[in-house]
């Protein structure tokens, strides 16, 4: 994923943002024993839509999702953009209500605040230090507008409906800066709504959504996402009035995250290959290594039989990361597709914790609650040490995910750095036709 307050770039400065509540101080380790009818009378949940918001560095960070039940028990889908994330490990305690954040060590732990409103943290648990962030709830109509104050005047995209590309450029607190590409789009039927994402080199900002929205000091795009693991805001200013060639302002993080950003309208605007950031080293070929399986007893290395005259694919993973799992949305599906034709997959997975008992359950929760049929090992901790450590023929490693290609001889053919996910729209179906047309032509070889 993206930027360093992003999952694919938590890595060996993860501490910022990579902060988490232990159970026994949020309550959610005493789970509820009722059934699931029980269940649902007791959480102040009612079904329909939902606006979340978190509220963080001052700001609010909105989100929308919508409750339901599913065979009597309650769920909640988060929505981004077109995006929809249904949870349905949801169990209360007493007055409080946790919603469990899918494949993410995260929840939120909420309880009623007046008729209709909800009020709570949302918590990571998988951290080194606690991490709590404020959030509220009301009930919604099915239509509301994600930030109020929409604009009235919504005809600066002009006839650009399939959406503007903008060369963006971001900056840290440290004044390092790194580029993107901006996508925004503009609704056809309701033109003060947005959607849109920003890509980098490792990876994308996933599904964005949000409105043009009328301050005190002029027109701003603002787009948001809650997807568990991160809580993101964008809030640019319009140079000029009436007209989105350039836009700058902030992007928020969760608890503490802030960067800078402009984006100057550019239909051109292109970023690095990301065939190019990473590499072997000179004179390494072959990625030696031997990692334990999920599962415990066993042990996955690429120069097993089962891979042997096969084209292998890599895949750098942690179960924490948004983008990773965009990319596992894509491969699980693929390889049960595909694997009748020579070729496997192994998930290579880093996660929060050095102590398999703690990371190897975490990585089984992800394979079987994405179905995933390749097999997947233990390999390290969620940092950039940790991986050049662990494949140490490997350099430039930068991002979660990274995709690496065997051929059949074992020989390292390509090295790909990020992901682009659905939310990037064409830059998606780019990333699976190169995917397919690289295994194409390594399967094509004898």
Request: charged residues 25%; aromatic residues 6%.
């Given at each position: 994923m993206t930027s360093r307050f992003v999952s694919a770039r938590l890595l060996a400065g993860a501490a910022v943002l990579a902060t988490a509540l232990s159970a026994c101080n949020s309550g959610t380790d005493k789970t509820s024993t009722?059934?699931?009818?029980?269940?649902?009378?007791?959480l102040p949940l009612s079904a329909g839509t939902w606006r979340g918001v978190l509220q963080a560095q001052g700001q609010e960070i909105p989100f929308l999702f919508d409750v339901a039940t599913?065979?009597?028990?309650?769920?909640?889908?988060?929505?981004?953009?077109t995006e929809r994330?249904?949870?349905?490990?949801?169990?209360?305690?007493?007055?409080?209500?946790?919603?469990?954040?899918?494949?993410?060590?995260?929840?939120?732990?909420v309880r009623a605040d007046g008729a209709n409103k909800l009020k709570g943290s949302w918590v990571k648990y998988d951290t080194k230090d606690p991490y709590r962030v404020a959030f509220a709830a009301s009930k919604a109509t099915d239509n509301i507008d994600l930030f109020p104050g929409a604009a009235k005047n919504a005809s600066v995209f002009g006839d650009?409906?399939?959406?503007?590309?903008?060369?963006?450029?971001?900056?840290?607190?440290?004044?390092?800066?790194?580029p993107a590409v901006g996508i925004i789009t503009q609704d056809t039927v309701n033109p003060t709504r947005l959607s849109g994402t920003f890509l980098t080199s490792t990876g994308d900002y996933r599904f964005l959504a949000g409105n043009l929205v009328t301050k005190a000091d002029g027109e701003h795009v603002m787009l948001s996402t809650f997807d568990g693991s991160h809580g993101f805001l964008f809030d640019g200013k319009l140079a000029e009035p009436g007209n989105i060639n350039r836009i700058a302002g902030d992007f928020y993080s969760g608890k503490s995250g802030h960067?800078?950003?402009?984006?100057?309208?550019?239909?051109?605007?292109?970023?690095?290959?990301?065939?190019s950031l990473a590499g072997m080293k000179a004179g390494q070929q072959r990625l030696t290594f031997k990692f334990p399986n999920i599962y415990e007893g066993g042990s996955i290395s690429p120069t097993d039989p089962k891979y042997k005259g096969k084209v292998?694919?890599?895949?750098?993973?942690?179960?924490?990361?948004?983008?990773?799992?965009?990319?596992?949305?894509?491969?699980?599906?693929w390889y049960e597709q595909n694997k009748q034709r020579g070729v496997?997959?192994?998930?290579?997975?880093?996660?929060?914790?050095?102590?398999?008992?703690?990371?190897?359950?975490?990585?089984?929760?992800?394979?079987?609650?994405?179905n995933i049929g390749y097999d997947v090992a233990v390999a390290g901790v969620s940092n950039k040490d940790s991986v050049s450590a662990s494949l140490p023929q490997l350099k430039g490693f930068q991002a979660f995910p990274t995709t690496i290609f065997l051929d059949k001889k074992g020989v390292v053919r390509k090295v790909h750095t990020g992901f682009s996910g659905p939310g990037t729209g064409q830059y998606y179906e780019q990333e699976k036709a190169e995917f397919n047309k690289t295994i194409d032509q390594l399967l094509a070889e004898k």
């Open positions: 009722t059934s699931g009818t029980e269940q649902t009378a007791a599913d065979g009597g028990k309650p769920t909640v889908t988060l929505r981004n953009g994330l249904k949870l349905d490990e949801i169990t209360t305690a007493g007055d409080s209500t946790t919603i469990r954040l899918g494949v993410f060590d995260a929840a939120l732990v650009m409906k399939r959406g503007a590309t903008f060369r963006t450029e971001f900056r840290d607190s440290e004044g390092t800066t790194y960067e800078t950003w402009t984006a100057t309208l550019n239909p051109n605007a292109k970023l690095p290959d990301a065939n292998v694919v890599l895949q750098i993973l942690g179960s924490w990361c948004p983008n990773c799992m965009d990319e596992t949305n894509f491969l699980a599906p496997e997959i192994i998930g290579l997975g880093y996660e929060r914790s050095s102590d398999y008992a703690v990371a190897a359950p975490k990585l089984r929760k992800m394979r079987e609650r994405m």
